[in-house]
């Protein structure tokens, strides 16, 4: 039996991250499952005061120190759309001086004109979708922007005055070989982000780029080919001084992104528009999914909570091995024993010893994390908590 039990260190300040869902697209890639529709000017507009009105309803005094528009293509906002919605959560919430305020964006959109627009709108962190910079690739993906559209994007943020810039790449692209991968990763590399996300290409059953790559005989490479993508690309951005914190992300020192911290370490947020999930102490609660749907609701001055439940005391503590595990740094089994009233290796240990042997997974005195071979086997792996 799992008890609420005695919190090791004082309890800090709660001090949230706000999320804001924009759900637009100018065009849906065809490996996309995330909850987005193509861009409707008129959709966007009654979306924009929806959001502005769930925001300023939610207002409290609680400290805010991370913002983060994501999509979608948070891009497709103008820069006072964008001013509009920082400056509805500053009257709605104690916004602190430094706040780290992300927003996505896909290189296509990045003019000078936008971009110096986000800065002065208070924007101080990019996150730029580029995926890979090889047009093959980018084609397949249907994306839009070219690889050289993807290099001037970069440097026009620059030159607009962003100094926390993360770019995004795909691995195991179709068709994508190792040579091929690290072409991207040293161009990255080369440009100097202060941070960088590598995802890796997951498939779901009906993405239209499985039938594309069925119509043009594309294939990804062996898993074995995945494995040493991964490790290859992981090296070269240590070499070049950039430390992993993340299973899918690096950083400068002190460039790890806040607000995404924020998810893997028992943090507390706040989730605004459609689809959008928020979570605040024991509750976990998400917005309806459809643009319209959601829309409609704020307009009838409905909730927009589509489902909503307090989780366990087993939930939370399987949650917190779930997300620690993800982090480089692991998780400390003697804080979660002080905070759950159990020792998760007398609970599991017996489950996990033989990844431990197999070198997936490290113990060290309390503290518990998987090593880079174990986070390509994370899902694996984690089943044990299921
Ligand atoms: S731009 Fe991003 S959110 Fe939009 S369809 Fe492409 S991958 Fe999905």
């Known amino acids: 039996m799992i008890s609420g039990g005695p919190v090791a260190a004082p309890v800090a300040e709660a001090v949230l991250g706000l999320y804001l869902h924009i759900p637009f697209c100018d065009a849906i890639c065809n490996y996309c499952n995330f909850n987005r529709g193509l861009l409707d000017a008129e959709l966007k507009a009654r979306y924009l005061v929806a959001l502005e009105g769930e925001i300023a ?19 497709v906002l103008t820069p006072t759309e964008v001013e509009t919605l920082l400056s509805v959560c500053r009257d709605a919430f104690d916004l602190r001086p430094g706040a780290e305020i992300t927003l996505e964006m896909n290189p296509e959109g ?37 690889a050289g559209r993807a290099v001037e994007a970069f440097w026009t943020a620059r030159a ?9 790449l795909m691995v195991w692209l179709p068709e994508q070989t190792v040579i091929a991968w690290m072409e991207s990763v040293e161009q990255l590399i080369s440009m100097g982000p202060d941070h960088a996300s590598l995802y890796l290409l997951e498939l779901y059953p009906n993405a239209p780029l499985r039938e594309e790559m069925a119509r043009g ?33 690096v950083a400068r020192p002190d460039h790890r992104s806040r607000h995404n911290l924020k998810y893997w370490s028992g943090g507390e947020w706040l989730g605004f528009g459609c689809g959008a999930h928020s979570t605040r102490g024991r509750r976990r609660w998400k917005n309806v999914s459809d643009i319209g749907d ?17 989780l366990s005391d087993e939930e939370r503590l399987t949650d917190t091995m779930f997300l620690g595990l ?4 692991g998780i400390d089994l003697g804080l979660i024993e002080a905070r ?3 020792d998760p290796w007398d609970r599991w240990g017996s489950k996990l010893e033989p990844f431990v042997a197999a070198g997936l997974l490290v113990r060290e005195q309390r503290r518990l994390r998987l090593t880079r071979e174990g986070m390509l086997l994370a899902n694996e792996i984690m089943q044990v908590f299921v």
Do not use: K
Not at 118 to 139: H, M, P, T, V
């Open 57 to 75: 309803r939610a207002s409290e005094a609680t400290p805010v120190d991370t913002i983060f528009f994501g999509g979608g293509t948070p891009s």
């Open 110 to 146: 990045a003019s000078n004109d936008r971009l110096h627009g986000y800065r002065a709108a208070g924007i101080n962190r990019l996150s730029l979708g580029i995926q890979s910079f090889r047009d093959e690739e980018l084609q397949r993906l249907g994306r839009l922007h070219s």
């Open 160 to 168: 607009a005055g962003f100094d926390n810039i993360s770019l995004d």
């Open 217 to 249: 005989s594309w294939e990804q490479a062996p898993d074995e080919a995945a494995v040493e993508m991964y490790h290859c690309g992981l090296a070269a951005l240590e070499d070049a001084g950039y430390r992993q914190y993340e299973i899918s992300n």
């Open 294 to 310: 959601y829309a409609a609701r704020m307009e009838a001055g409905e909730a927009v909570v589509g489902s909503s439940r307090e």
């Open 326 to 329: 993800r982090l480089v740094e």
């Open 340 to 342: 759950f009233g159990q």
